[in-house]
T-cell receptor, first 112, second 115 residues
Framework: AQSVTQLDSQVPVFEEAPVELRCNYS??????LFWYVQYPNQGLQLLLKYLSGSTLVKGINGFEAEFNKSQTSFHLRKPSVHISDTAEYFCAVTKINNDMRFGAGTRLTVKP | EPEVTQTPSHQVTQMGQEVILRCVPI?????FYWYRQILGQKVEFLVS????????KSEIFDDQFSVERPDGSNFTLKIRSTKLEDSAMYFCASKEGIAGTDTQYFGPGTRLTVL
């Protein structure tokens, strides 16, 4: 079965600094990868997804992620964060006709 | 933009009571899911539902849980006799088709508190 590991439970950064949130997955078959964001007291919002094709995926709010098959990683990046990016970020993986498996989440805190 | 809705936003119940959490998936979607997130922990899959039957369920989804699509719009999760450890945020999700490429759209969640 597929699984996801988010290596950092908390990432504090200063405003306008770059950030990388790390995600590694394991699966014996091809998978599809997602990043979701959860703002305080809200549901999960899709940031971006990798299905196939270009390994660099651009999402909403200036985020992007790169799929690296050899390293089984799908790290999320943003070159310059804002206070409003403070949230919980979840990496997720799914296969065709299957449920979604989430990582434990990374709490991004952007400080002024 | 169409969205998944869930009611209530917060449910407080006594241990041993039955609760029903309601979801209205996006109208043309065919696959429905329930997930839960215990405070401070990861989002966990509970069950998937297609064509009026359960497609897949996790080990968490025991006999205390059931799902139903009672009409053409609602998708419900029932917990028959709640336990303290059922306290969590419950998310409903739906997607259009069977492909893994289809995005699951999540509702805002129902926070269940069992006292």
């Amino acid at each position: 079965a597929q699984s996801v590991t988010q290596l950092d439970s908390q990432v504090p950064v200063f405003e306008e600094a770059p950030v990388e949130l790390r995600c590694n997955y394991s699966s014996s078959v091809s998978v599809y990868l997602f990043w979701y964001v959860q703002y305080p007291n809200q549901g999960l919002q899709l940031l971006l997804k990798y299905l196939s094709g270009s390994t660099l995926v651009k999402g909403i709010n200036g985020f992007e992620a790169e799929f690296n098959k050899s390293q089984t990683s799908f790290h999320l990046r943003k070159p310059s964060v804002h206070i409003s990016d403070t949230a919980e970020y979840f990496c997720a993986v799914t296969k065709i006709n299957n449920d979604m498996r989430f990582g434990a989440g990374t709490r991004l805190t952007v400080k002024p | 933009e169409p969205e998944v809705t869930q009611t209530p936003s917060h449910q407080v119940t006594q241990m041993g009571q039955e609760v029903i959490l309601r979801c209205v998936p996006i109208s043309n979607h065919l696959y429905f899911y329930w997930y839960r997130q215990i405070l401070g922990q990861k989002v966990e899959f509970l069950v998937s539902f297609y064509n009026n039957e359960i497609s897949e369920k996790s080990e968490i989804f025991d006999d205390q849980f059931s799902v139903e699509r009672p009409d053409g719009s609602n998708f419900t999760l029932k917990i028959r006799s709640t336990k303290l450890e059922d306290s969590a945020m419950y998310f409903c999700a739906s997607k259009e088709g069977i492909a893994g490429t289809d995005t699951q759209y999540f509702g805002p969640g129902t926070r269940l508190t069992v006292l």
